[in-house]
């Protein structure tokens, strides 16, 4: 455990240039995705990266509620993002605060970018997050986890949104900051991409990075992105693997 | 089957909308702006300080035709128990429904949490004010410096007229520490965060949108940065996506006018 104290006295990366975790500046922290994990969603996914641990639940399209919302042209993409009350250190108070506000917004908007909304005019799409354990970069764990729960509630999409944070630690632009890191380093960039057209559907960003730096670590976060995009089709098919092979069991029975 | 008025005007609404877009769109793609800007250019800004004497800072904020006015309060508080060497910042967005047909009055809608938390995190990231010269009694009394900004006149780019205004009123505010016996002090200040919003629009990237750019906008994107150049916060908003090559050009240009707004408009 770290003790509390300014930036200063903390070293975050040691002489072999590893991580306080002992990944290199490159190296992500292990993740497993798994999908159609609730059975009453229309579609769901589980996702453990690092510390975190976030599930996911779609449900729509179905008619928007209250109707003033609806949108005659389109669907719109309402996403929920919410940390249990047990997730963080301290007791968090349970029910959206600002941070959880923001976050759902700028989610929302993300999947917006790869769902085809026009196809489904005067619904919603909901997509509910909830961090049940919280390591730093839960809103790009939830992001990576929603639009592969997307996929299986069925709704037609340009991509999987994928995504992954990058910053700067000890002066250093290092990839996917884990919760020390994210609160001692010196900066934050959370970044989600669409891997087919490499268009950025969210970024946000907070510390202190030069141009250069920035470029580093905008590189960084999409190349981890790219091999993310990955594991998220390996755990879709994986999925219908599961089923197939069911089939057969019942059938030789 | 007879549609109800509503529906009827919510999709003449989007008849409409889809013309803006499409002449926006055509026009951008042409070199110019409905106003007549180029791409990079911000609208004439206008910052009128000590607006409400009461306050320990105040601006008022003119950009094109958006009007803001920020005020700052400073109090005595308790620290956060995890950092009880460091003042307190906190900032709030008041979408007044006098300054727009859209706009309600309630609890803050999510647009004004994100415009509240984008100005926060620009001034807060940029470490503008040295919190920890903020103290009294160490873990137990500090000053919490309040950025209360209101929307009086709503023509697009909310977060730069609001990030203008905290910025030049934090400038000028002063804590009240003769309240407790010593003197007044300049809020201790360290550097000076300026945000550049850009609107996309079909392919292009245009600085300072005002409320048409706005309405008919793909993709949102500010970049704060320093006196020094660096990049201290950025947000992307709105439901379209942004290449990374407009995300650096958007990186340069916002460190060229915060050059010029810092000269220009505050006389930094």
């Not at chain 2, 803001?68 to 508080?77: H, P, S, T, W």
Request: aromatic share 4%; proline share 4%.
């Amino acid at each position: 455990m770290i003790e509390l104290g300014t930036q200063s006295d903390i070293k975050l990366i040691n002489e072999d240039g590893l991580r306080i975790d002992g990944r290199k500046f490159n190296e992500l922290r292990p993740i497993r995705i798994e999908v159609g994990v609730l059975n009453r969603a229309d579609g769901s996914a589980y996702i453990e990266w690092g510390g975190n641990k976030v599930l996911v639940a779609v449900y729509g399209p179905r008619e928007a509620f209250p109707k003033h919302t609806q949108n005659p042209s389109r669907a719109i993409i309402n996403a929920r993002y919410n940390m249990a009350a047990f997730s963080v250190d301290e007791r968090k108070r349970p029910g959206p605060d600002r941070r959880a506000v923001e976050i759902s917004k700028v989610i929302g908007e993300a999947l917006e970018c790869a769902v085809f909304t026009e196809q489904f005019p005067r619904t919603s799409i909901d997509v509910y997050i909830e961090v049940l354990q919280a390591d730093a970069g839960t809103r790009i764990a939830g992001l990576t986890a929603a639009s592969v729960a997307l996929v299986d509630a069925g709704i037609p999409m340009k991509d999987l949104v994928v995504g992954c944070a990058s910053g700067k630690i000890d002066g250093k632009v290092v990839l996917d900051l884990n919760k020390e890191e994210d609160n001692f380093g010196q900066a934050d960039l959370p970044m989600a991409i669409i891997p087919r057209t490499q268009e950025i559907v969210l970024l946000q960003m907070d510390g202190n990075m030069t141009r250069d730096e920035l470029e580093e670590a905008v590189e960084l976060s999409k190349k981890a992105a790219m091999y993310i995009s990955d594991l998220q089709k390996e755990a879709l098919l994986a999925k219908y693997k599961a089923s197939e092979s069911e089939k057969e069991g019942e059938r030789s029975e | 089957m007879r549609r109800k008025v509503s529906e009827v005007s919510k999709s003449a609404d989007e008849i409409v909308y889809g013309l803006k877009r499409e002449y926006l769109e055509k026009i951008c793609a042409e070199g110019s702006r409905i106003d007549g800007r180029k791409f990079d250019e911000i609208r004439t800004a206008v910052v009128n300080t000590n607006f409400v004497p009461r306050a320990e800072g105040s601006a008022e904020v003119r950009l094109g035709d958006t009007r803001v006015l920020v005020g700052i309060k400073i109090e005595q508080g308790e620290p956060f128990p995890d950092t009880p060497n460091s003042g307190i910042l906190t900032t709030n967005a008041e979408l007044l429904p006098m300054a727009s047909p859209t706009f309600e009055s309630g609890p803050p809608s999510e647009d004004a949490i994100e415009l509240a938390r984008v100005v926060d995190r620009g001034i807060r990231e940029s470490k503008m004010i040295d919190l920890d010269k903020l103290v009294i009694k160490e873990g137990e009394k500090v000053w919490v410096v309040f950025i209360d900004m209101h929307i009086l006149d709503y023509d697009g780019n909310l977060i730069d007229a609001c990030s203008l205004g905290a910025v030049a009123a934090l400038l000028e505010a002063k804590v009240p520490a003769s309240k407790i016996g010593a003197e007044d002090f300049p809020l201790p200040i360290n550097h000076i965060p300026i945000n550049v919003t850009f609107a996309k629009i079909g392919n292009t990237l245009l600085a300072d949108p005002n409320l048409e750019e706005e309405e008919v906008a793909s993709a949102r994107l500010s970049v704060a940065t320093n006196e020094n150049g660096d990049v201290v916060a950025m947000q992307k908003g709105l439901g379209g996506s942004i290449t990374k090559e407009e995300l650096f050009s958007a990186v340069d240009t916002s460190i060229k006018v915060g050059k010029d707004i810092r000269k220009r408009v505050l006389g930094k």
